[in-house]
C-alpha cells in the first residue's frame, strides 16, 4: 500500500523560510515521479511541483518558480520541498503525491499524503 508522509509545516513570517519532507514507503519509489500540491482555505488543489524519478527534470507553477525547490533522495525514499521568499498566499496544506509515471503526469495522481500545514503570517 501506498503510503505518504508529510512533515516539517508550520507557521512562519513572510520572507521565511521551510522545508517539507515526504517519507515515501509501500512501492518502488526510485520508479516514479513526484509531486508536491497545495490547498489553501476554501480553494481548490493547485499542483505546484513535480520531480522526474531521478531527480533530473523539475517542474514548478509560475507562482512559486525561484522560490521553491523541489529535490529527492531516492536512498532515503524521500522526496523534499524547499520554501523560499514565503508570502501570505502560500498558506496551504502541503500534500505529496505519487505520480503514476516516470516523469510528471500533468496533474495524475496515484496516492497522496495527510498532508502539512504551511502558514505565512505576520
Known amino acids: 500500500e501506498v503510503l505518504l508522509v508529510e512533515s516539517g509545516g508550520g507557521l512562519v513570517q513572510p520572507g521565511g523560510s521551510l522545508r517539507l519532507s515526504c517519507a515515501a514507503s509501500?512501492?518502488?519509489?526510485?520508479?516514479?515521479?513526484m509531486n508536491w500540491v497545495r490547498q489553501a482555505p476554501g480553494k481548490g488543489l493547485e499542483w505546484i511541483s513535480a520531480i522526474s524519478n531521478d531527480g533530473g527534470r523539475t517542474y514548478y507553477t509560475d507562482s512559486v518558480k525561484g522560490r521553491f525547490t523541489i529535490s529527492r533522495d531516492n536512498a532515503k525514499s524521500t522526496v523534499y520541498l524547499q520554501l523560499n521568499s514565503l508570502k501570505a498566499e502560500d498558506t496551504a496544506m502541503y500534500y505529496c503525491?505519487?505520480?503514476?509515471?516516470?516523469?510528471?503526469?500533468?496533474?495524475?495522481?496515484?496516492?497522496w499524503g495527510q498532508g502539512t500545514q504551511v502558514t505565512v503570517s505576520s
Open positions: 509501500g512501492f518502488t519509489f526510485s520508479n516514479y515521479a
Open positions: 503525491a505519487k505520480d503514476p509515471h516516470s516523469d510528471y503526469s500533468a496533474g495524475v495522481y496515484n496516492g
